[in-house]
């Protein structure tokens, strides 16, 4: 069940990406709560969270300001599905699909490199960046591989198959790719695992044809195997292969 923050927040952000509230656009809080018929304190908080993704800015003497598409942080998840959900959705996921084809080859490279270098084989500091998402980067990605082959291979390609194992394949193909960044050993790669976890949710409805399944194996192996050639040419593979 959506919560009315929820509510507000998709109904405002939305409103702001589309350009509903365009650039430039004069509000208050007193304007959101006519809008939106919630609380002070609901709208407020929905606010709070749009200035943090770049999309109003608040100003003492002009009130909340509709800010330019350059301010956006277009790798925040919330932002970025609001322009999936919008007129920008082409671009978005043209600029989604450079961004990973770009990223996750050299993250997939750096992962397998630091494997044959034994970097990755105790897991990572507490408290460190990559302890955050997993505690045992290697472990996870081979488990990963494991469940995504059981599972994409349980049906025929392109059969949507039982619906708990499409949300268990989803599941394990954004841990197997946050595990691949993980493994990268670099902050900023690990930091665009929401942007990747975002994108292969896009594709939550679609069945992986046998390929596929057998290109996240390879890829497993060849991070495990300390392959980075192998493990960065199947990632550009996988990620040419997908619509998102």
């Not at 993704?53 to 608040?58: E, H, I, N, P, S």
């Not at 197997?176 to 929401?194: D, K, P, Q, Y």
Request: glycine share 10%.
């Amino acid at each position: 069940m959506t919560s009315t923050f929820d509510r507000v927040l998709d109904e405002l952000g939305s409103a702001i990406v589309t350009g509903v509230l365009p650039t430039g656009h004069r509000d208050s809080i007193d304007g959101f709560v006519v809008r939106t018929g919630a609380s002070r304190s609901i709208v407020r908080e929905a606010v709070r969270v749009l200035v943090g993704c770049g999309l109003l800015a608040a100003r003492v003497r002009t009130g909340l300001v509709v800010q330019p598409t350059g301010s956006w942080d277009v790798t925040d998840p919330l932002v970025l599905g609001w322009r999936l959900g919008g007129p920008e959705r082409a671009q978005a996921l043209a600029e989604l699909r450079a961004l990973r084809r770009a990223v996750e080859p050299a993250a997939a490279s750096a992962a397998a490199t630091a494997v044959a270098a034994g970097r990755t084989v105790r897991p990572p500091e507490p408290g460190s960046l990559t302890e955050l998402f997993l505690s045992d980067p290697l472990a996870e990605m081979l488990e990963s591989a494991t469940v995504m082959a059981e599972r994409g291979n349980a049906g025929d390609a392109g059969d949507a198959g039982d619906a708990g194992d499409a949300v268990t394949f989803l599941q394990a193909d954004r841990a197997l790719h946050r595990s691949v960044l993980a493994l990268s050993g670099n902050a900023m790669f690990v930091r665009l695992g929401r942007v990747v976890a975002r994108a292969l949710d896009e594709r939550a409805e679609i069945r992986p044809e046998v390929h596929d399944v057998a290109l996240h194996v390879r890829l497993a192996r060849a991070v495990a195997d300390g392959d980075p050639d192998t493990a960065a040419s199947t990632m550009t593979e996988i990620i040419d292969r997908t619509v998102a």
